[in-house]
C-alpha cells in the first residue's frame, strides 16, 4: 500500500524568508510525485510533479521541489516567501508498479503562513 | 479557457433527501474523479471513471452513487445513507485514466452541510 506523511499540519515563516514543507512518501515500486496548493474554499491546483531524471524539479509561482529516494522525501522549498503564499499544500504519490488504474494517495495537508 | 464546473458551491440537505452535486468538464478528459474532503483528512476518493459509461468505486463510496453517461458529465449523489454528509466535495480529471504521470485538474469544490 502507499502513502504519505506531511509531518506539520502548520508552517509559519516570515516574508522574505526560504520556506520549506515537508513530505515523505512509502510506495512499493517507483513513485510520481506531485505538490498541489489549496486557497480558501476553491480546488487544488498543481504545482509540480517528480516523474523521473533530476531530482530538483522547478514549478509554478517559484516553488521547487527536492526528490530524495534514500530518504523518501519530496520536500516543497521556494527561497523566499510572499504573503500570498499563504494557503493549504498537498503532496500526493502514484505507485508507478501497479496494474490497471493507479490511485493517487494525497496527504492531510499541511497549512502554509507567511508572516509580513 | 477550459476548466471543471462544479454546482452548487453550497448545498444544503435535509434529513432523508439524496442530492446531486454537478460536475462538468470541457478540458475533453477520459478520467474524472469525485474526493471528499474533511479538515485535517486530506482528499479521499470516492469514487472514479476512466471512460463514459464505466466507473468504479473508491475508498469511501458507501452512501455515494455516480454515473457516466457523457464524457464532460459526472454527477454525484450523495443519498440518505450517508449518515456523516457534511464535507468538502472535489471533482477532478486528467486526460488519460491510464496517465499516471498527469496532474489532476480539480473544480472549485462543493461544500454540503445538514440542515
Known amino acids: 500500500a502507499q502513502s504519505v506523511a506531511q509531518p506539520e499540519d502548520q508552517v509559519n515563516v516570515a516574508e522574505g524568508n526560504p520556506l520549506t514543507v515537508k513530505c515523505t512518501y512509502s510506495?512499493?515500486?517507483?513513485?510520481?510525485l506531485f505538490w498541489y496548493v489549496q486557497y480558501p474554499n476553491r480546488g487544488l491546483q498543481f504545482l509540480l510533479k517528480?516523474?523521473?531524471?533530476?531530482?530538483l524539479v522547478k514549478g509554478s509561482y517559484g516553488f521547487e521541489a527536492e526528490f530524495n529516494k534514500s530518504q523518501t522525501s519530496f520536500h516543497l522549498k521556494k527561497p523566499s516567501a510572499l504573503v500570498s503564499d499563504s494557503a493549504l499544500y498537498f503532496c500526493?504519490?502514484?505507485?508507478?508498479?501497479?496494474?490497471?488504474?493507479?490511485?493517487?494517495?494525497f496527504g492531510t495537508g499541511t497549512k502554509l503562513q507567511v508572516i509580513p | 479557457d477550459g476548466g471543471i464546473t462544479q454546482s452548487p458551491k453550497y448545498l444544503f440537505r435535509k434529513e432523508g433527501q439524496n442530492v446531486t452535486l454537478s460536475c462538468e468538464q470541457n478540458?475533453?478528459?477520459?478520467?474524472m474523479y469525485w474526493y471528499r474532503q474533511d479538515p485535517g483528512q486530506g482528499l479521499r476518493l470516492i469514487y472514479y471513471?476512466?471512460?463514459?459509461?464505466?466507473?468504479q468505486k473508491g475508498d469511501i463510496a458507501e452512501g455515494y452513487s455516480v454515473s457516466r453517461e457523457k464524457k464532460e458529465s459526472f454527477p454525484l449523489t450523495v443519498t440518505s445513507a450517508q449518515k456523516n454528509p457534511t464535507a468538502f466535495y472535489l471533482c477532478a480529471s486528467t486526460q488519460d485514466g491510464q496517465g499516471a504521470s498527469q496532474p489532476q485538474h480539480f473544480g472549485d469544490g462543493t461544500r454540503l452541510s445538514i440542515l
Open positions: 510506495v512499493s515500486g517507483n513513485p510520481y
Open positions: 500526493a504519490v502514484r505507485d508507478l508498479t501497479s496494474g490497471g488504474y493507479q490511485k493517487v494517495t
Open positions: 517528480y516523474i523521473t531524471g533530476d531530482n
Open positions: 478540458l475533453n478528459h477520459d478520467a
Open positions: 471513471s476512466q471512460i463514459v459509461n464505466d466507473f
